[in-house]
């Protein structure tokens, strides 16, 4: 099979973070397990790449062919390096996305992002008021956060709000449509959680009923109508409530990769926790090309040849790619079988077995754990 | 808006936060957005890199020279492109 390009890279460059948010997607591991390990000679002191060894990885990542890029984490305001970086991008012709809690987002340092050529922010809310936003995400930041929409607009810089939903703010989602309008963002991500990392750890609390789901769902179509001039909304629906998988990543290996804080290429970022027997490589000891082309961890779930029944005879296959990889294995415990949310899946009655548990539980939802950092480190 | 309304003195321009370069890996021109990637044809290509403050007017003089067409049917075409890329929110109207 002929190996395809890649079109975006998401670089996690970072696992700290000032917030706290329960159904954070990043590994459990990274914070509660081992320390990473450390670099040979220099750059951070917690495992993380140095400036130059991302500056490599955007530019390998470009002559793969790779055309836009997502700064993520963690919060990737916390690297002191993230303006240099995003202006390496911008030579690298890359299309630049930061996707941030915007905590720490001052006017110098929006400036000088927008200076080194920085394309689009997407700013993360928890909820659309300070009281529910505050307790979701472990931290006062909601004030913090309006200012920050503001500053950026008047700087000029395209502004998608991004809300995840779950039991708590499910209710809420014509207020956050509100709150988008209000702070003239040109796009809306209003996306249920999904549940790897920290999220699955907690997914009892996150889980929403089918009634909430509904009731979202109908003011979300309805929103989406109604500001079409004005707003893109995007509504993602929570899988476990569908009868079919999403087409996760629009097939493994196919599209998108992933660099870790520490290195790590992933063919997804929930890859390292959800499927530990996957054998990552990392950009201290190969090449980003061989990685993407060679590796077994990008090869494992390519094309439709690893693909069991009933993925393998299904007219879907090319469509939805059997689904999550992770899911599979997070829900049955091995990443090839058909994603449990499939109908068709003969594990389909884990997935109805928490719906019933959450649907039971009338207002008693369980309470969360709060994500912590990987290091005490100051931001 | 429809695509009736573009109007011969309106100058389009890409939209906020939408670049146009060129795909190294195919070398055809791409629109990207945040989220997205767009592969243009052609003619999308012919007037989009025209889209420096000239008006719908002026592009369609240009390439209707430079390509020796037909000026109504390629006025058409441009404002047929332009009110589709126009609905998707990647350009604007001056």
Known sequence: ?379 | MRATTISDSARPSLAKGVRLEIDSTTQKSVLLYPEGIVELNETAHEILSRCDGQTLREIVCELAEEYEADLNALAADVRDTLSDLQRRKLVEFK
């Open chain 1, 1 to 379: 099979m002929k190996v395809p390009r890649p079109y975006a890279l998401l670089a996690e460059i970072t696992y700290r973070c000032p917030l706290h948010c329960p159904y954070c997607s990043n590994p459990v591991a990274a914070s509660l397990g081992e320390a990473p390990r450390r670099p040979k000679g220099g750059g951070y002191n917690n495992g993380e790449l140095t400036t130059e060894e991302w500056k490599r990885v955007i530019r390998d990542a470009a002559a793969l062919g790779v055309l836009q890029i997502g700064f993520s984490g963690g919060e990737p305001l916390g690297r002191r390096d993230l303006v240099e970086l995003i202006r390496v991008a911008r030579e690298a012709k890359l299309y630049t996305n930061l996707i941030t809690s915007g905590m720490g987002l001052d006017d110098d340092r929006l400036r000088a992002l927008r200076n080194a050529g920085l394309d689009s922010i997407q700013l993360s809310f928890q909820s659309d008021e300070s009281s529910l936003s505050d307790e979701i995400a472990g931290a006062r930041a909601h004030d913090r956060k309006l200012d920050v929409a503001a500053n950026i607009r008047a700087a000029g810089i395209p502004l998608s709000l991004n809300f995840v939903i779950h039991r708590r703010n499910i209710d809420r989602v014509a207020q956050m449509i509100d709150l988008a309008e209000a702070l003239g963002a040109e796009r809306v991500e209003l996306a249920n959680v999904q549940f790897y990392g920290w999220a699955f750890r907690n997914r009892a609390a996150l889980l929403p009923t089918r009634e909430q789901v509904d009731r979202a769902r109908a003011i979300a179509t309805a929103a989406k109508a109604r500001l079409a001039d004005k707003i893109d909304i995007f509504y993602v629906l929570p899988d476990y409530y569908e009868t079919r998988p999403k087409p996760c990543l629009n097939g493994w290996g196919r599209r998108y990769l992933t660099v870790n804080p520490n290195g790590d290429v992933l063919p997804c970022p929930t890859a390292s926790s959800a499927i530990p027997d996957l054998c990552l490589e990392n950009v201290r000891t190969r090449d980003l090309d061989w990685i993407w082309e060679k590796s077994e961890s990008f090869n494992r779930f390519r094309g439709t040849e690893w693909m069991p029944e009933p993925c393998r005879s299904c007219p879907q296959k090319e469509i939805d790619f059997g689904g999550c990889r992770c899911q599979a294995a997070l829900l049955t415990g091995n990443a090839t079988n058909t994603d449990p949310v499939c109908e068709f899946s003969p594990n389909r009655a884990v997935v109805d077995a928490v719906l019933r548990e959450v649907n039971l539980s009338g207002n008693n939802a369980r309470d969360w754990m709060y994500r912590v950092n990987p290091f005490s480190l100051a931001m």
